[in-house]
């Protein structure tokens, strides 16, 4: 059974049970215990799971939503990349943004700017840009996730469609040297997906936790965006796919 086969079947016990036990999931797998904890920490880290002492439970047993705990993992990261991407904005210009603690973030780097247009599925991001400086916003509609307040679905990507942009920018959940970009979520990934097709520069943007991981279904591969802005650099192999698929990618600096 490999990493993202045990991943399902963690969730379906946690999911099943209320609270697993590492000890007793690497017995049911036939794994150790830090393989099973390599297993959970991208699915703590997304807000799939939440750690108990020695097990994990389902996201929905916490008071927070997963999308506001996610907004404070890797924080200076994500910053750090949001300040960057900023910097390559100018005034005035159009920029598509799906939903993700990374977009958001760099939403709000965006309020020095003036006069954007923001096309996005995200209510947060609209909430944040709409009526500042001038600003343009205009958002996908259909059916919002409870979690992260997004649209998704056929209706949001038909929306989505409607539009060119000088940038399109996705956060992402994982990347994989084998498997390109991944998310957890189909409707995520249709999304996303859709808007890398609608920018002129077409940007990933994804903190170093997100290397070497694997999610449920796949995005894209390396030839469907332009740059990619993290904040270290990839490992190896994922540094190879990105330089023979020509893709840029760019380091972003924390500040001291």
Do not use: W, Y
């Amino acid at each position: 059974m490999d990493a993202t086969h045990r991943q399902r079947a963690i969730l379906a016990s946690v999911r099943e049970n209320g609270l697993s036990r590492i000890q007793d999931l690497a017995r049911a797998m036939t794994v150790s215990e830090e393989t099973i904890r390599r297993d959970i920490r991208p699915l703590v880290e997304a807000g799939e799971l939440l750690r108990r002492h020695g097990a994990v439970t389902t996201a929905s047993a916490g008071g927070e939503a997963p999308f506001e705990r996610r907004m404070r993992e890797n924080a200076a990261e994500k910053r750090a990349i949001a300040r960057h991407v900023a910097s390559l904005i100018a005034d005035g210009d159009s920029v598509m943004l799906d939903t993700g603690t990374t977009t958001s973030m760099l939403a709000r780097e965006l309020l020095s700017k003036r006069d954007l247009t923001i096309v996005t599925n995200s209510s947060d991001i609209a909430r944040t840009l709409a009526i500042v400086n001038g600003n343009r916003v205009v958002m996908a509609g259909g059916e919002l996730n409870g979690d992260n307040g997004a649209a998704f679905g056929r209706t949001a990507i038909e929306f989505i469609e409607r539009f060119n942009t000088d940038f399109a920018i996705i956060s992402i959940a994982a990347v994989s040297a084998g498997r390109g970009l991944m998310d957890f979520h189909l409707d995520e990934a249709e999304l996303a997906r859709a808007v890398l097709r609608q920018g002129r520069r077409r940007l990933v943007v994804t903190d170093h936790s997100k290397f070497g991981r694997s999610a449920l279904v796949t995005v894209c591969g390396f030839d469907a965006f332009d740059e990619l802005v993290t904040d270290q650099e990839p490992p190896e192999d994922i540094s190879a796919r990105l330089q023979a698929s020509g893709v840029a990618c760019s380091v972003a600096a924390r500040p001291e």
